[in-house]
């Protein structure tokens, strides 16, 4: 297991996840998800740099979640 | 100038280190380099008739100017329900209306206007709109014409002026007379349950918002931008 902080506007939480979570899980986990109030398109970031999705989150890292902009319909 | 130092190592071994110190001319690109990222905010920067006043933050490149607005103009089609006015942005065929939704108190709406540094002028290169609550957290209203990250969908205007204070005034023009359709729409329900309003005899007054909490019928937005603005 490893810590992580996750921070998506002024709120953020410390979670304990498996040594093998990414990116891409912590963009989809519903807990995640409730307790920040974020939906399904976002964006990470590790100290302003956009992370890809299949990437394992270190240990200790702090991970800003963005909004995502959509397109036009 | 230049110290040498013998230092013992844990292990046993005698050490010669050479410190050599020397001042460094850091020149301006030097400095731009280290603090690209950096920004500065201004409070009161500018104050833009009927609006009031602007906050800046000064980035090295750009500007993310933070207009604190009280109401939204909604040149869009209306449709009563119940005796209440809500609208019907998709609607072709319902009466269209210029009302001005006035926000209550523990709604914070800031207009957003980003400029750039270009050849001889500024640009306006966007125009958010956010909702804040008490605690600063941003939201993006349920609104049409608004991108996932609060981008206004504003349609197209002049967007080159020769000082900051043009470049505000002219977007929050555009957002005063433009006409919100049922472009990036998503449900109609939560705008009817937010943009309410009675009909009274000479106006139409804003009625409060159809639910406990606010914030509920908003999605909660981090972005960039957001974290630039000044509340």
């Known amino acids: 297991m490893k810590n992580i902080t996750v921070k998506y506007g002024v709120d953020s939480i410390n979670k304990q996840v498996e040594d093998d979570f990414t990116f891409g899980e912590l963009q989809e986990n519903d807990s995640i998800k409730a307790a920040l109030g974020f939906g399904d398109r976002t964006k990470a970031l590790v100290e302003g740099i956009e992370q890809d999705s299949a990437t394992v989150i270190p240990p200790g890292t702090t991970v800003r979640l963005e909004t995502a902009a959509n397109t036009k319909a | ?231």
Not at chain 2, 70 to 99: G, Q, Y
Not at chain 2, 147 to 170: P, Q, V
Not at chain 2, 210 to 215: C, E, F, G, K, V
Request: with cysteine; net charge negative.
């Open chain 2, 1 to 231: 100038m230049e110290t040498t130092e013998i230092i013992i190592r844990g292990n046993g071994v005698l050490t010669e280190r050479v410190i050599r110190e020397r001042d460094l001319e850091a020149g301006q690109s030097v400095l731009d380099a280290l603090t690209d990222e950096m920004t500065r905010s201004l409070r009161n920067a500018l104050t833009i008739p009927d609006w009031g006043l602007a906050h800046a933050n000064v980035g090295l490149t750009d500007t993310i100017w933070s207009v604190p607005i009280d109401r939204i103009p909604l040149n869009a089609r209306f449709r009563l329900i119940n005796d209440v006015l809500v609208p019907a942005f998709a609607s072709s065929t319902d009466i269209e209306m210029p009302l001005v939704w006035q926000a209550p108190k523990e709604v914070r709406l800031i207009f957003v206007i980003r400029t750039e540094f270009a050849k001889d002028c500024l640009k306006i290169d966007g125009n958010w709109l956010f909702a804040c609550d008490k605690d600063n957290r941003g939201y993006r209203l349920p609104l049409p014409n608004l991108h996932d990250d609060c981008l206004i969908c504003t349609g197209n205007f002049d967007d080159r002026y020769d000082s900051g204070g043009e470049c505000l005034t002219a977007s929050l023009e555009q957002f005063r007379k433009s006409k919100w359709n049922a472009d990036l729409m998503r449900t109609v329900e939560q705008s009817q349950k937010f943009f309410r309003f009675q009909p009274t005899n000479e106006t139409f007054e804003t009625l409060p918002i159809q639910a406990d909490d606010w914030t509920t019928l908003c999605d909660k937005v981090s972005t960039a931008i957001m974290e630039r603005v000044i509340l």
